[in-house]
């Protein structure tokens, strides 16, 4: 069966509602992160973490046919994101 480009789209848009449920719980779990940050006085933010996520994740998408670069640029929103949620006030 040949796809059509309804079809094709629908399924995108599937992904892309996945993709934002995902990253919505993620931060979700960020904000949690960071109040037990605060309370135990750790920096909110830890290069050596994202440099170990970053890898992983690289080595992941490469591995789905990903850029390198894409996939670098996706990581530094997101743990942009991440810093931006932490630091905000309740």
Do not use: H, W
């Amino acid at each position: 069966m040949v796809d059509n480009i309804e079809s094709l789209r629908e399924r995108i848009n599937d992904f892309d509602n996945s993709i934002i449920k995902i990253l919505t719980q993620r931060m979700k779990v960020v904000k949690k992160v960071g109040e037990f940050k605060k309370k135990k006085n750790m920096p909110l933010c830890d290069r050596k973490r994202q440099a170990e996520v970053l890898k992983i994740r690289i080595k992941q998408g490469k591995s789905g046919g990903l850029n390198e670069k894409f996939v670098k640029k996706l990581y530094n929103l997101i743990f942009n994101e991440a810093l931006r949620i932490q630091r905000r006030k309740k």
